[in-house]
Protein backbone atom coordinates (compact mmCIF):
# COMPACT_ATOMS: atom_id res chain seq x y z
CA UNK A 1 0.00 0.00 0.00
CA UNK A 2 0.97 3.54 -0.50
CA UNK A 3 2.37 5.58 2.61
CA UNK A 4 2.30 8.54 3.92
CA UNK A 5 2.90 11.17 1.85
CA UNK A 6 4.89 14.67 2.58
CA UNK A 7 5.91 17.54 0.33
CA UNK A 8 8.36 19.66 -0.18
CA UNK A 9 11.23 17.12 1.77
CA UNK A 10 12.97 20.00 1.81
CA UNK A 11 12.23 23.61 2.78
CA UNK A 12 14.91 27.11 3.64
CA UNK A 13 13.06 30.48 4.32
CA UNK A 14 14.30 33.47 6.04
CA UNK A 15 12.34 34.33 9.39
CA UNK A 16 9.64 36.38 9.55
CA UNK A 17 9.15 34.47 5.86
CA UNK A 18 5.97 32.19 5.50
CA UNK A 19 5.58 28.49 4.48
CA UNK A 20 2.95 25.68 4.61
CA UNK A 21 3.75 21.69 4.41
CA UNK A 22 1.00 19.44 3.05
CA UNK A 23 0.81 15.63 3.94
CA UNK A 24 -1.62 12.87 2.52
CA UNK A 25 -2.44 9.99 4.67
CA UNK A 26 -2.59 6.70 3.58
CA UNK A 27 -5.95 5.73 2.08
CA UNK A 28 -9.06 5.37 4.54
CA UNK A 29 -6.94 6.31 7.81
CA UNK A 30 -9.32 9.05 9.48
CA UNK A 31 -6.58 9.92 12.12
CA UNK A 32 -3.85 12.39 11.51
CA UNK A 33 -0.73 13.55 13.57
CA UNK A 34 1.73 16.34 12.87
CA UNK A 35 4.35 16.11 14.95
CA UNK A 36 7.83 18.66 15.08
CA UNK A 37 11.15 17.16 15.79
CA UNK A 38 14.12 19.59 16.83
CA UNK A 39 17.20 18.30 15.95
CA UNK A 40 18.49 16.33 18.74
CA UNK A 41 14.91 15.98 20.39
CA UNK A 42 11.90 13.31 19.79
CA UNK A 43 9.46 14.16 17.85
CA UNK A 44 6.83 16.66 19.50
CA UNK A 45 2.90 16.04 19.13
CA UNK A 46 1.61 19.49 17.44
CA UNK A 47 -2.12 18.45 16.45
CA UNK A 48 -4.25 15.40 15.68
CA UNK A 49 -7.45 15.15 13.45
CA UNK A 50 -10.17 12.98 13.90
CA UNK A 51 -11.78 13.33 10.26
CA UNK A 52 -11.67 17.01 9.71
CA UNK A 53 -12.05 17.78 13.45
CA UNK A 54 -9.51 18.90 15.77
CA UNK A 55 -8.96 15.89 18.84
CA UNK A 56 -5.77 17.76 20.54
CA UNK A 57 -4.15 20.92 19.36
CA UNK A 58 -2.69 22.11 22.89
CA UNK A 59 1.13 22.00 22.20
CA UNK A 60 0.57 24.02 18.89
CA UNK A 61 1.68 27.58 19.13
CA UNK A 62 -1.46 29.07 17.29
CA UNK A 63 0.26 33.12 17.23
CA UNK A 64 2.38 31.57 14.36
CA UNK A 65 1.11 27.88 13.57
CA UNK A 66 -2.26 26.33 11.36
CA UNK A 67 -3.19 23.33 10.51
CA UNK A 68 -6.46 22.34 8.50
CA UNK A 69 -7.73 18.95 7.40
CA UNK A 70 -10.89 20.00 5.12
CA UNK A 71 -11.93 17.28 3.73
CA UNK A 72 -10.48 14.68 6.49
CA UNK A 73 -7.88 13.34 3.66
CA UNK A 74 -4.85 15.13 3.13
CA UNK A 75 -3.95 18.36 5.41
CA UNK A 76 -1.45 21.67 5.42
CA UNK A 77 -0.04 22.72 8.29
CA UNK A 78 1.58 26.82 7.93
CA UNK A 79 3.78 28.84 9.68
CA UNK A 80 3.48 32.34 9.61
CA UNK A 81 5.59 33.79 10.50
CA UNK A 82 8.13 31.79 10.65
CA UNK A 83 11.20 31.89 13.87
CA UNK A 84 14.64 30.47 13.88
CA UNK A 85 13.25 27.85 16.34
CA UNK A 86 10.77 26.78 14.26
CA UNK A 87 14.04 25.23 12.15
CA UNK A 88 12.96 21.49 12.43
CA UNK A 89 11.87 18.36 10.39
CA UNK A 90 7.78 18.33 10.66
CA UNK A 91 6.01 14.61 10.34
CA UNK A 92 3.00 13.67 9.00
CA UNK A 93 1.57 10.54 10.70
CA UNK A 94 -1.93 8.79 9.90
CA UNK A 95 -3.84 5.58 11.54
CA UNK A 96 -6.91 4.02 10.42
CA UNK A 97 -8.50 4.90 13.86
CA UNK A 98 -7.80 6.77 17.08
CA UNK A 99 -5.27 3.83 18.93
CA UNK A 100 -4.36 2.10 16.30
CA UNK A 101 -0.89 2.00 14.76
CA UNK A 102 1.05 5.04 13.31
CA UNK A 103 2.19 5.08 10.32
CA UNK A 104 4.94 8.15 9.70
CA UNK A 105 5.98 10.21 6.27
CA UNK A 106 9.61 10.81 6.13
CA UNK A 107 9.26 14.69 6.85
CA UNK A 108 10.18 18.04 5.71
CA UNK A 109 12.79 19.12 6.36
CA UNK A 110 12.22 23.12 7.48
CA UNK A 111 15.43 25.11 8.09
CA UNK A 112 14.83 29.28 9.43
CA UNK A 113 17.75 31.32 8.58
CA UNK B 1 1.38 13.96 31.74
CA UNK B 2 4.33 11.51 30.71
CA UNK B 3 7.89 11.60 30.17
CA UNK B 4 10.51 9.81 28.52
CA UNK B 5 14.26 9.72 29.14
CA UNK B 6 16.72 8.03 26.85
CA UNK B 7 19.77 7.71 28.98
CA UNK B 8 22.00 7.27 25.96
CA UNK B 9 22.27 9.72 23.08
CA UNK B 10 25.06 7.67 21.08
CA UNK B 11 25.88 3.95 21.32
CA UNK B 12 28.70 3.17 18.83
CA UNK B 13 28.95 -0.93 18.41
CA UNK B 14 31.07 -3.54 16.52
CA UNK B 15 29.59 -5.63 14.14
CA UNK B 16 28.45 -8.78 16.18
CA UNK B 17 28.71 -7.15 19.56
CA UNK B 18 25.14 -7.43 21.60
CA UNK B 19 23.59 -3.48 22.47
CA UNK B 20 21.39 -2.16 25.33
CA UNK B 21 19.60 0.62 24.49
CA UNK B 22 18.21 2.46 27.65
CA UNK B 23 14.69 3.79 28.32
CA UNK B 24 12.95 4.77 31.05
CA UNK B 25 9.49 6.62 31.57
CA UNK B 26 7.43 8.70 33.82
CA UNK B 27 3.40 8.64 34.32
CA UNK B 28 0.81 8.92 37.04
CA UNK B 29 -1.32 6.09 34.74
CA UNK B 30 -0.78 2.95 33.06
CA UNK B 31 0.55 3.65 29.47
CA UNK B 32 1.77 1.53 26.62
CA UNK B 33 5.08 1.44 25.90
CA UNK B 34 6.88 1.48 22.12
CA UNK B 35 10.48 1.19 20.06
CA UNK B 36 10.68 3.34 17.19
CA UNK B 37 13.60 2.99 14.41
CA UNK B 38 14.03 5.78 12.21
CA UNK B 39 16.66 4.96 8.87
CA UNK B 40 18.79 7.58 7.00
CA UNK B 41 16.09 9.79 4.65
CA UNK B 42 13.34 7.20 5.96
CA UNK B 43 10.26 7.96 8.28
CA UNK B 44 9.88 6.24 11.40
CA UNK B 45 8.79 2.71 11.85
CA UNK B 46 7.54 0.59 14.50
CA UNK B 47 9.82 -1.47 15.80
CA UNK B 48 8.21 -3.33 18.47
CA UNK B 49 5.27 -2.22 20.91
CA UNK B 50 3.77 -3.85 24.57
CA UNK B 51 0.27 -2.99 24.52
CA UNK B 52 -0.26 -6.07 27.80
CA UNK B 53 0.31 -9.78 28.13
CA UNK B 54 4.27 -11.13 28.17
CA UNK B 55 6.34 -7.77 29.36
CA UNK B 56 9.34 -9.32 26.76
CA UNK B 57 8.51 -8.57 23.44
CA UNK B 58 10.18 -9.12 20.37
CA UNK B 59 10.54 -7.59 16.84
CA UNK B 60 10.77 -10.02 13.96
CA UNK B 61 15.10 -8.93 12.80
CA UNK B 62 16.07 -10.38 16.81
CA UNK B 63 15.45 -6.99 18.64
CA UNK B 64 13.55 -7.57 21.73
CA UNK B 65 12.75 -5.36 24.53
CA UNK B 66 11.48 -6.17 28.33
CA UNK B 67 8.74 -3.93 30.24
CA UNK B 68 10.01 -3.40 34.05
CA UNK B 69 7.16 -1.93 35.85
CA UNK B 70 9.18 -1.49 39.33
CA UNK B 71 11.78 0.18 37.11
CA UNK B 72 9.61 2.19 34.96
CA UNK B 73 12.13 1.03 32.36
CA UNK B 74 11.72 -0.69 28.86
CA UNK B 75 15.25 -1.31 27.51
CA UNK B 76 15.92 -2.28 23.82
CA UNK B 77 18.18 -5.27 23.36
CA UNK B 78 20.08 -7.30 20.28
CA UNK B 79 22.49 -10.17 21.06
CA UNK B 80 24.26 -9.40 18.06
CA UNK B 81 24.05 -6.07 15.69
CA UNK B 82 24.35 -5.72 11.99
CA UNK B 83 25.60 -2.98 9.99
CA UNK B 84 21.70 -2.24 8.62
CA UNK B 85 20.76 -1.78 12.51
CA UNK B 86 22.35 1.81 11.94
CA UNK B 87 19.96 4.00 12.83
CA UNK B 88 17.99 6.58 15.56
CA UNK B 89 16.33 4.57 17.81
CA UNK B 90 13.15 6.84 20.03
CA UNK B 91 11.16 4.95 22.74
CA UNK B 92 7.85 6.57 23.41
CA UNK B 93 4.73 6.35 25.29
CA UNK B 94 1.07 6.18 24.86
CA UNK B 95 -1.93 6.11 27.76
CA UNK B 96 -4.15 4.90 25.43
CA UNK B 97 -2.93 1.40 23.12
CA UNK B 98 -1.35 3.63 20.30
CA UNK B 99 -2.73 7.05 19.84
CA UNK B 100 -0.99 10.51 21.11
CA UNK B 101 2.76 9.30 21.39
CA UNK B 102 5.35 11.01 24.09
CA UNK B 103 8.86 10.24 22.54
CA UNK B 104 12.13 10.18 24.18
CA UNK B 105 15.04 12.26 22.55
CA UNK B 106 16.23 9.27 20.49
CA UNK B 107 19.63 6.98 20.35
CA UNK B 108 21.88 7.06 17.51
CA UNK B 109 22.77 3.37 17.23
CA UNK B 110 26.10 3.13 15.07
CA UNK B 111 27.55 -0.42 13.83
CA UNK B 112 30.76 -0.81 12.64
CA UNK B 113 32.75 -3.13 11.04
Known amino acids: E ?3 AQSP ?7 RQSVAFWCNPISGHATLYWYQQIL ?3 PKLLIQFQN ?3 VDD ?4 KDRFSAERLKGVDSTLKIQPAKLEDSAVYLCASSLRQSEKLFFGSGTQLSVL | AQSVTQLDSQVPVFEEAPVELRCNYSSSVSVYLFWYVQYPNQGLQLLLKYLSGSTLVESINGFEAEFNKSQTSFHLRKPSVHISDTAEYFCAVS ?3 YGKLTFGQGTILTVHP
Open chain 1, 9 to 15: RYKIIEK
Open chain 1, 2 to 4: AGV
Open chain 2, 95 to 97: VSS
Open chain 1, 58 to 61: SQLP
Open chain 1, 52 to 54: NGV
Open chain 1, 40 to 42: GQG
